[in-house]
Structure formats: C-alpha cells, structure tokens
C-alpha cells in the first residue's frame, strides 16, 4: 500500500504541494503507538468503544436473560453520581442515562431484585429526576432522538410507579412530568408507524427500544444472517426490545448472539451503537493523516472502507441509513492509502446551501461539511487531473466553495464551531479549521481562522489543558492540531501558539476516557481518540516538544 507517511499528507498542510508537518523537524516516538493503534483496528475489527450508561441500562430492562445481567445492575450501582444523577456533569446531558439507570433499576426491583442498594439507586434516581424534569427543558441537547427517548423513558418509570409498592421505608414516588417543550407527538407517530405494517424509516430502527410493545419481533425489521448485520438499528438497546423480555425460542437466533457477542466483549456491558467499523477506520486515517503521522495500512483495512461503498455512499455501522458524514470521512481516509474513490455519493445530501448528514435531517452539522470539503478536495488534490473531467472538476470545486462559505457563516462569536455529533466545541472548531486551511478559498477564511486560533490560545486551562467540562486529552489534543496545523504557515507556526500547545503536552498523556460524543447518550471511541492525541503528540515532538 501507499504510505500514507508526511509526504501524503503535506498538501494538506498547504494549499501548494510539498510542505508537511515534518517541517518542524524532529521525532515524537509515536510510531510503536501508532502501529499498536493500526493493530487494533484488526483485532477488534467491530470497534473500540467504552460501555454507555443508556444503552446498559436499556438491556437490564429489555432483557434481564442476556448473559451478564447482575454484571449490568452492579455496573449502574457503580455509576450513579452522588446527586443521584448518571452521565456528563450538565443536566441536558445527564436526563437520559439517568432516566436509562433509574427504569433500570426499577425494572429489577419489580422483578424481585430487594436488595436494599438497589432500592436505594432507584429512590434518589427519581428524586433527583424529580428535582431537574420542570426545567430541563431548554437545556436538552440536540441528540439522536432524544424527542422519543426522554417520554418514552418518562412514561415507563411512571408506569412502573404506579403499579409497584414504594420500596420498603421509602415515601411513595409521584409522577415524572415531562421536561417544558418536550411531549409525546413524535413518538405516538412513530408508533403508529411501527403498528401500522408499513416498513419503518431504517434511521427509527437505531431507537426501536422508543416503540412500546410494537418493538418486539417486528417484522420488517427482522436480522439478517451472518454476523454484524444481526443488529438492530447498530443498536443492544434497539435489538433487546425487539428480542423482548424472554430468550427467543430459536438457539440460534442471529440477534441473541448478536448481543452476547457484544456484551461479552465489554465485560457485560453495552456499548451505544455497534458495530462502527467503517466509521472508526475513517476517522482514525484521517486524524493520522492530518498531522502527516507516517504510517503503512494494510490492504484488508483499505477494502473495509471501499467494500460498503455504494450509490449513497456508506454507513456509519450496519443497521443505519448511508450518511454524508461517514462517507465523506471514508472518501477521504481513502485518498490518503492511494485508493481514491469519487466523492459522487456526496452530491445526493447536497442542499441549497449546506451539506445534511442525511435526508430529512432535523438541524445542521457543521464537521459533516467540513468532512465534505476535505473529501471533495482530496480527491482532486490526490487523482490527476487528466482523469477528471473539467466539468466534472468544476462541479466538485463548485461545491467546495459552497461549503466553505456555510462554514464560514457558522462561526459563532467567539471564534469557535459547534456541532451535533459532539458536545465539545474543540471538535467542531478543529474539524472546520483543518478543512478550511487546506482547502479554503474565500477572502473572509483567514479572518475565520485567525478567530478560533485566538478562542483556543483564550480557552486553555490554567494547567495547559482544553475541555468543555474539564480539561480531557481529547480536546487537548484538538487545540493542539488547531494551533499547529491551522496557523497561516503551519511549516512555520505562530510561537505564541507553539508554546500553548506544548503547555497542554502532559495532558494529553491522561486516560481519563470522557465521554463526548453524540449518540443517544454520550459515548467515547476510544480507538479514535487515541489517533487524534497521536496526531497531537507527534506534532509536538516535531516541533520539539515530545510529549512523553
């Protein structure tokens, strides 16, 4: 295969050939690492993803017969915050994996689990519910139907509430009211739908666990054979409910081993969407390739993105509809091993003035058009120019200039993006800067990126690191890509960002796993974190400043 070492990944660095991010000189030791890293991507070949507070405890509930369920109960014990609550320190954030834990628990109790730490989990689950539902609701993040989950959710614990005895020495729980704005007219809709015979929207599937009684066994969303595609929706949530809450008479049902297979990869615990091979295969190449880490992909690993692609591009696991976002960072890890594929597919999610995720998408992604941009710009970059066509060429250019001008025009205030597949603004701004640094064109994209440059030298933490909620490795190491790769000369950047960057080089050695990215409850790849804080360390240690 090609190596995908400096000498690819240098135009990215400028827009003219033959810069790199080895300019700065030096060695950072990230090579073991970063051949542990490829390694993985092979042996874990459904992904690396930490266990979700949620989807753990949609299992408990759904199917209390799926091996490791004590393992489940004892890991939401584990979990629950001192205020009763589960998940990210925001409330918003926090509703759903607490609403998760509490019906949880709940659910054991009603099953004939007494102990008194349970009984004693599920009471301050509801009382601190009860103390955030009246004025959640302006807060509530834009995640993957949240508008099904929090009544669905809602609906089950009160339900629960009234049909069980308060837990013994405990005062009777009274109804959760559901959180200002939020009611129950979509997910009444989407169970209509699910009763009504009619094939169901795939994107419904990934949050089938929503549907009530409908969920279960139904019809057009019954599993295929042979592996992943078992899956329900790419959901252990999604697939208990449509399992039910008995083991399926057939032994070899292909959606049962399907979450054995998961959980007993996780120690008995469940992980929010899964398989996501193609997604963390782009994501980790395109991190390396980024910073111009030298490494060599295997061919299998080049076939794993190329096989799926199709007419719509691909999915981010199987069970999920094709999307703009997935796509475009496979088209783009792709040009970086030598196996540049048309981005095409693309121009089906092109809009008036933006790229979607996917049609119909409700809001914006900011990274799925940066992603678009890096992908179309790549492809012309890295195929010579006697093989494209000129009308073909300008149509592609046409549309990065698109993009790019919706990406200038979200900038917020303050210098920085944000977006709706990751609650960090660090990840939005360092996706958008890197895009636009290699591949903008507009008058007003130095302005934009002078902005966030100075937000990232604004935001850093008295320790020398980057967080939303506290400084994390990960949102370290996307300040740090920002200030080195998106400076006006990143051969040559600004010292003052230099130093910022080398500020945060201990933090990028903390494992502390924070989850950040958006699903139905927030969930951490741990396979794509670790490239991008190998990306950081390497440019660091080029530039002098090794970050071991």
């Not at 800067?433 to 440059?453: C, N, Q």
Request: with cysteine; glycine share 10%.
């Amino acid at each position: 295969m090609n190596d995908a070492g400096p000498s690819a990944a240098s135009a990215l660095a400028m827009p003219s050939a033959g810069a790199s991010a080895q300019v700065f000189g030096g060695s950072s030791g990230v090579a073991p690492d970063v051949r542990e890293l490829l390694g993985g991507l092979t042996t874990s070949p459904w992904g690396q993803v930490a266990p979700s507070v949620y989807e753990t405890g949609r299992v408990v509930s759904h199917a209390p017969w799926l091996t490791g369920h004590e393992r489940r109960v004892a890991y939401l014990l584990e979990t629950q915050r001192s205020d009763g609550g589960w998940g990210a320190p925001d409330d918003g954030y926090a509703l759903v994996p607490t609403l998760s834990a509490t019906e949880a628990l709940l659910s054991a109790l009603d099953r004939g689990d007494s102990r008194a730490p349970v009984a004693d989990a599920a009471v301050r689950g509801l009382r601190r519910l009860g103390h955030w539902l009246p004025g959640v609701g302006g807060r509530l993040p834009d995640m993957p139907a949240i508008e099904l989950i929090v009544p669905s959710l809602i609906e089950r614990i009160n339900e629960r509430i009234a049909a069980s005895p308060a837990p013994a020495g405990r005062p009777e729980a009274t109804p959760l009211p559901l959180p200002h704005g939020v009611d129950g007219g979509k997910l009444d809709l989407m169970r209509k739908l699910l009763r009504s015979g009619l094939p169901p929207w795939t994107k419904l599937m990934h949050a089938l666990e929503t549907g009530g009684d409908a969920a279960r066994g139904l019809a057009p969303a019954g599993p295929e054979t042979g592996g992943p595609p078992a899956a329900i929706g790419a959901s252990p949530a999604a697939t208990a409910a449509w399992l039910g809450d008995r083991p399926p008479d057939d032994p070899s049902t292909p959606a049962r081993w399907y979450l054995e297979t998961v959980a007993a990869a996780h120690d008995g615990l469940l992980p929010v969407t899964f398989p996501l091979t193609v997604f963390e295969r782009g994501w980790v190449i395109g991190w390396l390739a980024r910073a111009g880490v030298p490494f060599s992909a295997p061919p299998h690993l080049v076939l794993s993105l190329t096989a799926p692609l199709g007419a719509r591009g691909t999915a981010a696991a199987d069970g999920l509809p094709a999307d703009a976002d997935t796509t475009a960072g496979a088209l783009y890890a792709l040009a970086h091993l030598g196996a540049a594929h048309s981005p095409e597919p693309l121009l089906q999610y092109e809009t008036a003035t933006h790229f979607c995720t996917w049609q119909g998408e409700e809001g914006f992604s900011t990274t799925t058009n940066a992603h678009a941009l890096e992908a179309f710009g790549e492809y012309l970059r890295t195929v010579p120019a006697e093989r494209i066509a000129d009308d073909t060429a300008h149509r592609y250019k046409a549309r990065m200039r698109k993009a790019e001008s919706w990406l200038i025009g979200q900038q917020r205030d303050d210098g920085s993006w944000a977006d709706r597949w990751h609650a960090s603004p660090y990840y939005a701004t360092t996706c958008c800067v890197l895009a636009l640094r290699s591949f903008g064109r507009d008058p007003r994209t130095a302005a934009a990126l002078e902005r966030a440059r100075h937000w990232v030298l604004g935001t850093q933490r008295p320790d020398g690191s980057w967080g939303r909620w506290q400084g994390t490795a990960e949102e370290t190491a996307y300040a740090v890509l920002t200030l080195l790769l998106g400076a006006e000369r990143p051969e040559r950047p600004n010292a003052e960002a230099v130093r910022a960057a080398a500020r945060g080089r201990a933090a990028l050695g903390r494992a502390d796993g924070t989850a950040l990215w958006h699903d139905k409850d927030l969930y951490h790849p741990r396979a794509i974190v670790r490239a991008a804080v190998l990306a950081a360390r390497y440019l660091l240690g080029a530039a002098g400043h090794s970050a071991e």
